[in-house]
């Protein structure tokens, strides 16, 4: 069987088991099993399939079928325009997290912490675009750590990023002038209605810590304050109806320059405090 000949039969399996883009997923599954680049895939359909790639594209394309998320067959995601390992221990890199990434860069630092590091796709690409610095990554799950110390090790962070299993601040005595996480914010009553992809194929734990998602929020607002350098900067991905109340806990706490950014397509994404005191010291060695 060609290349084309499978792609053809494959789109309409991934259709009929309401995969929304079809094509494309099938297209990426091709060209990950015929081991090419997908912007080289085009050239290469015409080409006969080996039996080892058909048996590959089959398996791949059953697990997009059973709503597999492609990330998670293929083994990667972009982000940042950098590739990361992705498994079933840890949370899939979205594009909206990127604003984090882009708004922790807007000012220099020279130590950060990411709280839920997962893959450590946002202390990884934070590292790499602010030479200067050094990082910490915290998670509970020593599975997904064990992915972000790959991802660290494949982008040639070397020791300039550390990884610890905790349960965000638990243990954690250092100061930074950068705390950034991700952390899992889904409501209990809202996890029905998140797509098979992310509902059964993603770890629980990194989506939702169950009751009204605030948990972890409460929990960084209490402590991120010692952790803090004077003028330290703290930014938490929300969901799109929580930033009234992750400013108000922080607010509570004290912290001050209070706002929230919106993502692309106008939501509430990332809200953005910084801690009492002179900042003069933050960024610099």
Same mark, same amino acid.
């Not at 990426?28 to 058909?54: F, V």
């Not at 990884?163 to 950034?180: E, H, K, N, P, T």
């Given at each position: 069987?060609?290349?084309? $000949?499978?792609? +053809?039969? /494959?789109?309409?399996?991934?259709?009929?088991?309401?995969?929304?883009?079809?094509? +494309?997923?099938?297209?990426?599954?091709?060209?990950?099993?015929? #081991?090419?680049? *997908?912007?080289?895939? !085009?050239?290469?359909? *015409?080409?006969?399939?080996?039996?080892?790639? @058909? /048996?590959?594209? $089959?398996?791949?394309?059953?697990?997009?079928?059973?709503?597999?998320p492609v990330s998670q067959i293929i083994g990667q995601r972009l982000f940042w325009g950098r590739s990361f390992r992705v498994t079933r221990d840890t949370l899939d890199p979205r594009p909206e997290t990127e604003l984090l990434v882009a708004e922790a860069l807007s000012r220099p630092f020279v130590k950060m912490a990411d709280l839920g590091t997962g893959t450590g796709c946002i202390l990884i690409s934070c590292l790499l675009d602010m030479p200067m610095a050094t990082g910490l990554g915290t998670d509970q799950s020593l599975a997904a750590l064990e992915v972000a110390e790959g991802n660290a090790r494949a @982008?040639?962070?070397?020791?300039?990023?550390? &990884?610890?299993?905790?349960? %965000? &601040?638990? #243990?954690?005595?250092? +100061? &930074?002038?950068?705390?950034?996480?991700?952390?899992?914010?889904?409501?209990?009553?809202?996890?029905?209605?998140?797509? *098979?992809?992310?509902?059964? %194929? $993603? *770890?629980? /734990?990194?989506?939702?810590?169950? #009751?009204?998602?605030?948990?972890?929020?409460? !929990?960084?607002?209490?402590?991120a304050g010692a952790r803090l350098?004077?003028?330290?900067?703290?930014?938490? $991905?929300?969901?799109? !109806?929580? #930033?009234?109340?992750?400013? /108000?806990?922080l607010a509570a706490q004290g912290f001050q320059g209070l706002r929230i950014l919106p993502d692309l397509d106008g939501r509430d994404r990332v809200v953005v405090a910084a801690a009492p005191g002179d900042a003069g010291h933050c960024g610099s060695a």
């Open positions: 069987m060609k290349g084309n $000949e499978a792609l +053809r039969a /494959a789109i309409p399996r991934l259709r009929d088991a309401g995969i929304e883009d079809a094509a +494309r997923d099938a297209r990426l599954l091709l060209a990950h099993a015929m #081991g090419l680049a *997908p912007d080289r895939l !085009t050239l290469h359909l *015409p080409d006969p399939l080996t039996e080892g790639q @058909h /048996a590959a594209y $089959e398996a791949a394309i059953a697990a997009r079928a059973a709503r597999q @982008h040639g962070l070397g020791n300039r990023a550390r &990884f610890r299993q905790a349960d %965000w &601040f638990s #243990g954690i005595a250092d +100061r &930074f002038d950068l705390i950034v996480s991700n952390p899992p914010y889904i409501a209990a009553d809202e996890m029905p209605a998140l797509s *098979p992809e992310v509902r059964n %194929w $993603e *770890p629980l /734990a990194a989506l939702s810590p169950g #009751g009204d998602g605030l948990a972890a929020y409460r !929990t960084i607002a209490l402590g350098m004077p003028g330290g900067r703290l930014l938490l $991905e929300i969901g799109p !109806t929580q #930033g009234a109340a992750v400013l /108000a806990l």
